[in-house]
Structure formats: structure tokens, C-alpha cells
């Protein structure tokens, strides 16, 4: 039954992410002994991101978190099953009212793939009919480290059924969730908190009677239902767009002068878990580029020199990284149209 497909690639640097899953990561493992400071250290992520009501975070800094849980926990196998139980209809408010008022079951499971990229954008779903069985396929649109196989279906999975029981009114008869990869060890721990469940079975399914995609949800609005169709749109939309703006908030704070001087392209993508090709992909569609950010940067340091400190032009050309003073009088002439005298005597008979 599984099915493959030729899918688009995914970027995984963009804030796509909902803010809320890695807050689930956090507090599982908070419960477990690892504090957010700890699990946070050495990230690209920070606490600032995570409390931000409304973020996203991207799927490489989510990747980033999972793998340092899994790295304090001694590779606790469960921690897929655990996050799968607790995403639930709750975890994204505005797609949990627009399935609830879907008329039926099958209305919902469409819609839900429909917008899944909503809420993960690396999973893919698929809904097919075999005889009386209907099938939902879940598979990815890229590679993942093999650490995070497991762990990526196995919150899937649990998570797609807890999202879906929920429509059913807490109770789905006759589902089973179907793993591509053998019996882990850590199944009969959680046997009586999952509905049947079978291993090697060559793709990551969730099975069930077919008849059961009409049934009624209790909750369906048809006007309801299209009100939300045309919000979550809007909301996808303005996701993407915001994702492209997002490159330049990540970026500026990394600009600033260290103690060897101001970072090179290779520096800054070194701390954003990026490759250069793409921090300049990214930055030609913000209509920028990294000379010019850095540029801007520099030029306000030197006018703050100017401005606010006694240093001569040489000593501050010098601070900057210019070899020679008149390398950096050219530089900040083309930044300003005045060389750093002339806009330092400007500045003076402004006081």
C-alpha cells in the first residue's frame, strides 16, 4: 500500500514551523531532567523564539532540539510515541475549528492534507480507497538523519490518530497504525496507550474502514467550514511571505564585530546551520546581499566612532580591519558621500 511520489524539495531554514512543537519538546524533556537552558545550549535557538506567541521556528532548528533530546536522554527511544501523544487538535487552534466543522470524517482527513504544510511542512499525506479499507499514507519530502527516522513516524503516526480520535468523539474502532520498520523494543510500554499497531509493513499508514470516512462530525458547520477554508489560506500565505523577510532577522544579530574583527559569509552560515548557497539564495529574494548587509553594519559602527569617541580616524580605521586609513576613507565615502572628517565636523556643528 505505500506509494511514492516525486515531491518538491524542502527548505528547511525558513520559519515554518509553529512555535508550539518545540515547546512540547522542551517540556518533555524538561519532565525528564533537562532543563530549557540546558537543551537550548549551543543552539541556534532562543528563549526569546520560544516564548514569542505566534512564531515559527524552522524545521532544522526543530531537527536541532529533537536530536539534543534524544542526545541528554541516552537515545530514549519513546520520545516519537511521547510527542506524537500530546500534539493533538489543540496544538494549532486555527486548524483544529477548521476541521471540526467539516461535515464528515473524510471531509476532514482531506482538508487536514490539504494544509498540512500549515503546521509540518516536511510530511506528506495521501488518502487512497483499497476495497473496504482506507488508507492514510504519510511519508516525507526530504532526508532526515537516520537517528531521526524512527522518531520522526513514530510522531507522525501518533500524532495524525490522537489529532483524528478527537473528531471521532474519543473513540475510533477497528484503526491500526501501520510502521515500515520492525517492533521497537519500547512498543509494549505504550501497547495499551495506542490503538493496534503492526511493524514491518513496508510503509507508515494509518488503516481503517473505509465506510467510517462518512461519518458525521458533530460539530460540522458548512459556513463554518469555508470561513476557516479562506482564513487558514490567508494565514499560509502570509506564512510564506514572512518566511522570506525572516532571513534578515536571523541574520543581522551575527553581523556584529567580534574579537578577530567582523564575520565572513562563511562565519555567520557556520552559526546558522546554513549553507552559503543558500544564505545567498535567501538573501537575493529579500533583495539584499551579504556585502551590503555587512556594509551597513560596519558604516554605522564607524559613525558611531565618529560621533562618540575620541579615536582618531586611523585608530578607528584600524578597529574596523582597514589595513590603511585611506582604504577606509574611500569605504565610508562610498557609504556616505563625505570621508569620516568631513562627516565627523559635520556631526560637531550639529552639537
Same mark, same amino acid.
Given at each position: 500500500?505505500?506509494?511514492?511520489?516525486? *515531491?518538491?524539495?524542502?527548505?528547511?531554514?525558513?520559519p515554518?514551523?509553529?512555535?508550539?512543537? =518545540?515547546?512540547?519538546?522542551?517540556?518533555?524533556?524538561?519532565e525528564?531532567?533537562?532543563?530549557?537552558?540546558?537543551?537550548?545550549?549551543? *543552539?541556534?535557538?532562543?528563549?526569546?523564539?520560544?516564548?514569542?506567541?505566534?512564531?515559527?521556528?524552522?524545521?532544522?532548528?526543530?531537527?536541532?532540539?529533537?536530536?539534543?533530546?534524544?542526545? *541528554?536522554s541516552?537515545?530514549?527511544?519513546?520520545?516519537?510515541?511521547?510527542?506524537?501523544?500530546?500534539?493533538?487538535?489543540?496544538?494549532?487552534?486555527?486548524?483544529?475549528?477548521?476541521?471540526?466543522?467539516?461535515?464528515?470524517?473524510?471531509?476532514?482527513?482531506?482538508?487536514?492534507?490539504?494544509?498540512?504544510?500549515?503546521?509540518?511542512?516536511?510530511?506528506?499525506?495521501?488518502?487512497?480507497?483499497?476495497?473496504?479499507?482506507?488508507?492514510?499514507?504519510?511519508s516525507?519530502?526530504?532526508?532526515?538523519?537516520?537517528?531521526?527516522?524512527?522518531?520522526?513516524?513514530?510522531?507522525?503516526?501518533?500524532?495524525?490518530?490522537?489529532?483524528?480520535?478527537?473528531?471521532?468523539?474519543?473513540?475510533?474502532?477497528d484503526v491500526?497504525?501501520?510502521?515500515a520498520?520492525?517492533?521497537?523494543?519500547?512498543?509494549?510500554?505504550?501497547?495499551?496507550?495506542?490503538?493496534?499497531?503492526?511493524?514491518?509493513?513496508?510503509?507508515?499508514?494509518?488503516?481503517?474502514?473505509?465506510?467510517?470516512?462518512?461519518?458525521?462530525?458533530?460539530?460540522?458547520?458548512?459556513?463554518?467550514?469555508?470561513?476557516?477554508?479562506?482564513?487558514?489560506?490567508r494565514?499560509?500565505?502570509?506564512?510564506?511571505?514572512?518566511?522570506?523577510?525572516?532571513?534578515?532577522?536571523?541574520?543581522?544579530?551575527?553581523?556584529?564585530?567580534?574579537?578577530?574583527?567582523?564575520?565572513?559569509?562563511?562565519?555567520?552560515c =557556520?552559526?546558522?546551520?546554513?549553507?552559503?548557497?543558500t544564505?545567498?539564495?535567501?538573501?537575493?529574494?529579500?533583495?539584499?546581499?551579504?556585502?551590503?548587509?555587512?556594509?551597513?553594519?560596519?558604516?554605522?559602527?564607524a559613525m558611531r566612532?565618529?560621533?562618540?569617541s575620541?579615536?582618531?580616524?586611523?585608530?578607528?580605521?584600524?578597529?574596523?580591519?582597514?589595513?590603511?586609513?585611506?582604504?577606509?576613507?574611500? =569605504?565610508?565615502?562610498?557609504?556616505?558621500?563625505?570621508?569620516?572628517?568631513?562627516?565627523?565636523?559635520?556631526?560637531?556643528?550639529?552639537?
Open positions: 500500500m505505500s506509494k511514492q511520489a516525486t *515531491l518538491p524539495s524542502v527548505d528547511i531554514d525558513i515554518s514551523v509553529p512555535v508550539e512543537f =518545540a515547546r512540547l519538546i522542551l517540556q518533555m524533556c524538561a525528564r531532567g533537562y532543563p530549557r537552558e540546558k537543551m537550548l545550549l549551543g *543552539l541556534n535557538i532562543t528563549v526569546a523564539q520560544v516564548d514569542e506567541d505566534g512564531a515559527c521556528l524552522s524545521i532544522r532548528q526543530h531537527m536541532s532540539l529533537l536530536l539534543k533530546g534524544i542526545e *541528554l541516552g537515545g530514549e527511544g519513546s520520545l516519537g510515541y511521547e510527542l506524537g501523544l500530546r500534539i493533538g487538535l489543540s496544538t494549532h487552534t486555527l486548524v483544529a475549528m477548521t476541521l471540526l466543522s467539516q461535515s464528515t470524517i473524510g471531509d476532514a482527513i482531506r482538508l487536514g492534507i490539504q494544509f498540512s504544510q500549515m503546521l509540518v511542512p516536511v510530511y506528506r499525506g495521501s488518502l487512497e480507497q483499497e476495497e473496504n479499507l482506507a488508507v492514510l499514507d504519510i516525507m519530502d526530504m532526508a532526515i538523519p537516520d537517528k531521526l527516522y524512527r522518531y520522526a513516524y513514530d510522531m507522525a503516526l501518533v500524532s495524525v490518530w490522537s489529532s483524528l480520535l478527537s473528531l471521532f468523539g474519543g473513540v475510533w474502532p491500526e497504525l501501520w510502521f520498520y520492525p517492533e521497537p523494543n519500547y512498543y509494549a510500554a505504550y501497547r495499551d496507550r495506542l490503538p493496534a499497531c503492526r511493524f514491518d509493513m513496508g510503509a507508515n499508514q494509518i488503516c481503517f474502514p473505509s465506510s467510517q470516512l462518512e461519518r458525521r462530525i458533530q460539530t460540522g458547520d458548512p459556513i463554518m467550514a469555508q470561513l476557516m477554508r479562506e482564513k487558514i489560506a494565514e499560509m500565505k502570509a506564512r510564506k511571505q514572512q518566511g522570506k523577510a525572516d532571513i534578515l532577522t536571523l541574520l543581522r544579530p551575527h553581523l556584529v564585530r567580534g574579537t578577530e574583527g567582523y564575520p565572513d559569509m562563511d562565519a555567520v =557556520a552559526k546558522l546551520f546554513m549553507s552559503s548557497r544564505l545567498k539564495r535567501k538573501l537575493n529574494q529579500a533583495g539584499t546581499g551579504f556585502q551590503m548587509l555587512l556594509d551597513d553594519v560596519r558604516c554605522k559602527d566612532l565618529l560621533c562618540h575620541h579615536l582618531s580616524i586611523e585608530d578607528i580605521a584600524i578597529w574596523m580591519g582597514f589595513t590603511e586609513p585611506a582604504n577606509f576613507t574611500h =569605504a565610508f565615502k562610498r557609504w556616505t558621500g563625505a570621508t569620516p572628517s568631513e562627516w565627523r565636523e559635520q556631526q560637531r556643528r550639529k552639537i
